[in-house]
C-alpha cells in the first residue's frame, strides 16, 4: 500500500461521518438531510472496507455489501416518504412537519 | 503513485461532502456534490483492493440512489429550498463547524497510536469470485434476508408514492 | 507502462474517434436513405468528388462548430456546460475494456489486444453505463426549460430500468463461462461442443462414434444463451436511448425533449455519444456473444500452429493478430448495421410500453433464464461426470 497507513482512512471516513452528521442536524430541507444520512452511511462502509484490508478477512467486505443493500431499501422508501409529504405539505421544509411535537 | 492518489480522492471526496451540507442554493448541487462523493469513495475503494466493492458503489450509489435524489428532486420540481433564512443561522453553522473542526483535532492528535502496516492478502482478496463464494457461502442467509428486504422495500415504495385513487 | 500497452490504446483510441465516430453519422444517413429507397445525402464535396457522401461528416463537424453555442436564461451554467461530455465519456471509456484481439507474442512483447484487462470487466462497463444516466438526466434540467425537464424525468427512469435487465439478463453467461473478464470470454468461446455428445451419455449410439464428433459447434454465446442475447441486445438499445426507444429523445410533445436547450457542438456530442454507443453495444455483443475476435472452429491456437512452420513466430502472430482484429471489426460492423435496421423500421414505443416492456417482461425472462440455465448447468455437470 505504499505509504499510506490504515489510519488515514479512518480519519477520512470520520470526518465524513461528521460532515453527515452537522449535516443533518443543521439543514432543514428534507432530501438534502436524506443525502447527509446517505454520507453518514457511506463513511461507515469506508470505515469497515479499511478495517477489512487491514485485517486482512474479506467479512468487513461483506458487511458492507449488506449496508449498501439496506440503504438502497431506505433511499426507496424514504424518497416515496418524502414524496407523498410534500405532496401533502407543498413545501420541504422539515419545520413543517411539526404537527407531532408536543 | 498510491499516496497521491489517496491525497486526490480523499480531498475530493470530503470537498463534495461539504459542498453536499454547505449548499443552500439549490438540492440539484448538493445532488452533484453528492455524486462526486460517491465516485471519490468507490476510488478509495479500489485503492483498498476492494475492488467488488466499489464497482457496486458506483453502479448502486452513484449510479441509481443518487439518480433516485435527482429523480425525485425533478418530480417535485424543487427549485431552491425556499426562503434562505428557513435554512440554518449562521451560529449553527458556527457550531457546526467547531464540532468538525474539533473532532478532527481530537482524531488525529490524540489517537494516532503506531499502527502496524498492512498485512499482505491473496490475490484473490475482494475479487468478485471471493465475495460471490463468501456470499453464497456461508453468508447465503445474509443474502437471502436482503432479498426479501429489498422485496419490502419495492412494495412500500411503490405503495407509499402512489397517487391516491380517489 | 509497456510499450505494446501503448500501441494497443492508441490503437483502439484512433479507430473510436477517428474512424467510427465520423463514419456513423454516415452510416445513419445512407443506411437509412437505402432502406427508405432515397439516395441520401451526397451532395457535399470537396472540389467537386463526392465520395457517396462521405464528406457529409466533415460537413457536419464544421457546420456544429461554427453554430451559436446558446445558453439559455436562468439556466444552470455549469451544469449545462458539463453534461454533453459526462453524456459522451462514458461511452468512450467503454471501449477500454474490450477486447478486439488475443493475445500474441511478437518481436519480444506480448501484445494483449484489450487496453485494460481488468479481471472485472463486465462490471466495470455496467458501473461507467450507469454514470451515463446522468449526461441525459441533467441536460433536460439544467436548460430551465420544462419540456427539458419531462424529458429528463422519462430519460431517468427508463435508463435505471433498463440497467436492471442489463445486468441481470447475461449473468447466465457469466455462469456458463465462469469469468467477468472479456478475453476469457473471447478464449471460451473458441472452443466446440458436440451437438449431439447427449446422444453418447443416454446411451442411444456408442462411444467415440464418427460423426457425432465430427458435427460439432462454436461455443458462442449466441448458442449458449440466445434469449439472454436479445434481452441484452434490447437492454443495450433502449440504454442508449436509440430505436424504438427514443421517447424521451423525439417525443416529449414533439420537441426534441432533453437535449431542446443545446446547440452546435454540444448537440454534437450527444448525437456522437449516441452513436459511440452503438459502437459499444456492437463490440460488447460480439465479445460475449458472437465469438469475439476468432472465426468458427479456427482458434487462435490453431491458427497460429498451423502458420507457424510456415513464416515463422513473428509473422504467424502478426498475421493472427490481422486476422482476429479484422474478424471482429467485420462483426461490430455487421451489428451496427443491425442496429440501424431496427432503428430505420420500427415504430417508436409509447412511454408506458417501455416501462412495460423493461419491468413486466423482460426482467421475469431474464430471472427465469437464470434459473433454468443453472438447472441446464447442474444436469451438464453430472452427465459429463458419468
Known amino acids: 500500500m505504499g505509504d499510506v497507513s490504515p489510519f488515514q482512512f479512518q480519519v477520512v471516513a470520520a470526518l465524513i461521518f461528521m460532515i453527515g452528521v452537522v449535516g443533518v442536524l443543521t439543514r432543514r430541507n428534507m432530501i438534502v438531510m436524506f443525502m447527509c444520512i446517505e454520507l453518514m452511511l457511506n463513511a461507515a462502509n469506508l470505515s469497515l472496507v479499511a478495517f477489512s484490508r487491514e485485517i486482512g478477512d474479506d467479512q468487513g467486505q461483506i458487511l458492507a455489501f449488506m449496508v449498501m443493500v439496506v440503504a438502497a431499501v431506505e433511499v426507496a422508501v424514504g424518497l416515496a416518504i418524502i414524496i407523498s409529504l410534500v405532496r401533502n405539505r407543498d413545501t420541504v421544509n422539515i419545520e413543517d412537519a411539526s404537527q407531532m411535537k408536543w | 503513485m498510491r499516496m497521491a492518489l489517496f491525497w486526490i480522492f ?24 453528492l455524486v462526486v462523493s460517491m465516485l471519490a469513495l468507490a476510488g478509495l475503494y479500489v485503492l483498498l483492493e476492494a475492488q467488488f466493492i466499489g464497482l457496486i458503489q458506483v453502479m448502486v450509489y ?6 433516485l435524489f435527482l429523480f425525485v428532486i425533478m418530480l417535485l420540481n424543487l427549485r431552491g429550498s425556499g426562503a434562505p433564512n428557513a435554512e440554518t443561522q449562521p451560529l449553527v453553522k458556527l457550531a457546526g463547524t467547531a464540532l468538525v473542526a474539533g473532532g478532527s483535532y ?14 499482505d492478502v491473496d490475490p484473490d482478496y475482494g475479487t468478485t469470485r471471493a465475495i460471490g463464494e463468501a456470499l453464497y457461502g456461508d453468508y447465503v442467509l445474509a443474502v437471502q434476508v436482503a432479498g426479501v428486504l429489498l422485496l419490502a422495500g419495492i412494495i412500500a415504495a411503490v405503495v407509499l408514492a402512489k397517487k391516491r385513487l380517489e | 507502462m509497456a510499450l505494446s500497452t501503448v500501441f494497443v490504446a492508441l490503437f483502439i483510441f484512433a479507430l473510436v474517434l477517428l474512424v467510427f465516430a465520423p463514419i456513423m453519422t454516415w452510416v445513419e444517413r445512407k443506411q437509412s436513405a437505402l432502406m ?7 451532395r457535399a464535396n470537396i472540389a467537386g468528388i463526392t465520395v457517396l457522401g462521405l464528406i457529409h461528416p466533415l460537413a457536419d463537424v464544421i457546420k456544429m462548430i461554427t453554430k451559436e453555442d446558446t445558453m439559455p436564461d436562468g439556466a444552470h451554467r455549469f451544469v449545462h456546460l458539463i453534461s454533453p461530455f459526462i453524456a459522451v465519456a462514458p461511452a468512450i471509456i467503454s471501449f477500454a475494456v474490450i477486447p478486439y484481439g488475443g493475445t500474441y507474442e511478437m518481436w519480444g512483447a506480448k501484445f494483449t489486444l484489450c487496453v485494460a484487462d481488468l479481471d472485472y470487466g463486465v462490471l466495470f462497463l455496467f458501473a461507467i453505463g450507469s454514470i451515463a444516466t446522468y449526461g441525459s438526466m441533467l441536460a433536460g434540467w439544467a436548460g ?13 427512469a427508463q435508463m435505471i430500468s433498463y440497467e436492471v ?4 439478463s447475461v449473468v447466465a453467461l457469466f455462469m456458463i463461462f465462469g469469468t467477468l473478464r472479456l478475453t476469457e470470454m473471447g478464449l471460451a468461446q473458441q472452443e466446440t461442443f458436440r451437438v449431439f455428445g447427449f446422444m453418447e451419455h443416454l446411451g442411444w449410439v456408442a462411444r467415440d462414434t464418427g460423426w457425432v464428433n465430427a458435427i460439432t459447434l462454436p461455443m458462442w454465446g449466441i448458442l449458449l444463451q440466445p434469449l439472454a442475447f436479445f434481452m441484452f ?19 416529449s410533445e414533439i420537441v426534441a425533449g432533453y437535449f431542446i436547450e443545446y446547440s452546435g457542438m454540444k448537440f454534437g456530442l450527444y448525437m456522437m455519444g449516441e452513436w459511440i454507443e452503438v459502437v459499444v453495444i456492437s463490440a460488447l455483443l460480439t465479445a460475449m456473444f458472437l465469438g469475439g475476435w476468432a472465426l468458427p472452429w479456427l482458434s487462435d491456437k490453431a491458427l497460429i500452429d498451423f502458420l507457424l512452420p510456415r513464416f515463422g513466430a513473428n509473422i504467424a502472430n502478426l498475421m493472427a493478430m490481422v486476422l482476429g482484429v479484422s474478424v471482429f471489426l467485420g462483426k461490430v460492423v455487421a451489428l451496427i448495421f443491425f442496429q440501424m435496421l431496427i432503428r430505420w423500421s420500427m415504430p417508436r414505443f409509447r412511454y408506458d410500453q417501455v416501462m412495460n416492456l423493461g419491468w413486466k417482461i423482460l426482467l421475469p425472462l431474464s430471472l427465469a433464464n437464470i434459473v433454468v440455465t443453472a438447472i441446464g448447468i447442474l444436469i451438464v455437470q453430472e452427465v459429463v461426470a458419468k
Open chain 2, 106 to 119: 481530537f482524531l488525529v492528535r490524540v489517537l494516532a497510536t503506531g499502527r502496524a502496516p498492512w498485512p
Open chain 3, 233 to 251: 441486445l434490447t437492454a443495450l438499445m433502449a440504454e442508449n436511448k436509440r430505436a424504438p426507444f427514443d421517447t424521451p429523445e423525439g417525443e
Open chain 3, 144 to 156: 430551465n426549460n420544462n419540456f427539458g425537464m419531462l424529458g429528463s424525468i422519462r430519460v431517468s
Open chain 2, 10 to 33: 480523499s480531498v475530493a471526496a470530503l470537498g463534495s461532502a461539504v459542498g453536499v451540507v454547505g449548499n443552500v442554493r439549490n438540492p440539484i448541487n448538493s445532488a452533484l456534490n
Open chain 3, 36 to 42: 427508405q429507397d432515397r439516395i441520401g445525402a451526397n
Open chain 2, 62 to 67: 452513484a449510479g441509481a440512489i443518487v439518480v
Open chain 3, 165 to 168: 435487465t442489463m445486468g441481470i
